[in-house]
């Protein structure tokens, strides 16, 4: 348990498009300068989830505080503290990124140094500053989504939603994004809530992840933690075909959790990966059985997901 502050608490929040309950019952408390991933598929939620917690969308049901407010009844305070930055590029591409930014702190209400100041800012955590003359139309899809980063930090939030910010990106823009959001958490202490269907990213990002599905949370840990609870070891072996003999003895073998055969591949589940493949492959060898491949997989929030769910995230 964290002995951090907690900024943002939500009791069963709701939110339902006609008879389709898109976000349903929602428990959650966000701690101040934590990277919290909201692992889910496509279709699961978690852009009406954050749209709630930005004050763009009025709850149906339950209720939140952000940094101290009531979402619902003190949404305009709520406003100041937090910032969103959208799948879609809200960019006009025949600007700069100087003139796009301006455009935006003069919607903040920004003017004169400060917004000099603020603008400069912005680009250098976006690392385009040697980019700031050119017209955004000319940028590749990775440099607007971090110009769009840009635009969401000019208010200073103490609260910055992500939405799937890396969908589309190439590798090095997605770098930059990941030492962005590390630089804000370092230097700011900003509470960075990251939504992704990518596990990989939660996994390498996130200080906690809520498994997320069907407008709900399924679990919401550490990632270690998660992966200690849910996680799945597995060794998996190829052969040219399994005797039965095989199949029946194998559970017998130490650390095997339990396996299963699905054509001939043998997929043997353990919590002691090592010590399992060590015994699996000398009595395999004892027993002069050709193999024709072997692999074996860490646990990961992919396994997790499926564990929680019953499905995979990308299905
Ligand atoms: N304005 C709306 N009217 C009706 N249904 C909506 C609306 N917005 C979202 N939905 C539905 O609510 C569900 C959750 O959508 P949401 O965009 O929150 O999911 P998501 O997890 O962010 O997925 P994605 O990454 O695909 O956007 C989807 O089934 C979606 O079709």
Known sequence: ??????????????????????????????????????????????????????????????????????????SSKVKQMVSLVPQDLALYLTLTAEENLSFFANLYGLKGREKRSRIKEVLKIAQLEDWANRKVGAYSGGMKRRLNLAVGLLNRPKVLFLDEPTVGVDPQSRNHIFDSIQYLVEEFQMTVIYTTHYMEEAQELCDRVAIYDKGKILDLEETDTLLQKYGEKQLVLDFKSIPDWLVQHISSLPYVDSHHVIDN??????????????????????????VESFNVHESDLESVFLKLTGKKLRD
Not at 36 to 53: E, Q, R, V
Not at 265 to 290: A, D, F, M
């Open 265 to 290: 591949k043998l997929t043997i589940h353990s919590s002691n990966l090592l010590g399992v493949t060590e015994n699996v492959l000398s009595w395999i060898r004892t027993n002069q059985i050709p």
């Open 1 to 74: 348990m964290s002995t951090r502050d907690i900024l943002i608490s939500t009791y069963g929040l709701t939110k339902k498009f006609d008879s389709f309950t898109a976000v349903n019952g929602v428990d959650l408390d966000i701690y101040e300068g934590e990277v919290l991933g909201l692992l889910g598929p496509n279709g699961a939620g978690k852009t009406t989830l954050i749209s709630m917690l930005t004050t763009i969308l009025p709850p149906d049901g339950g209720s939140a505080t952000v940094c101290g407010y009531d979402l619902t009844k003190e």
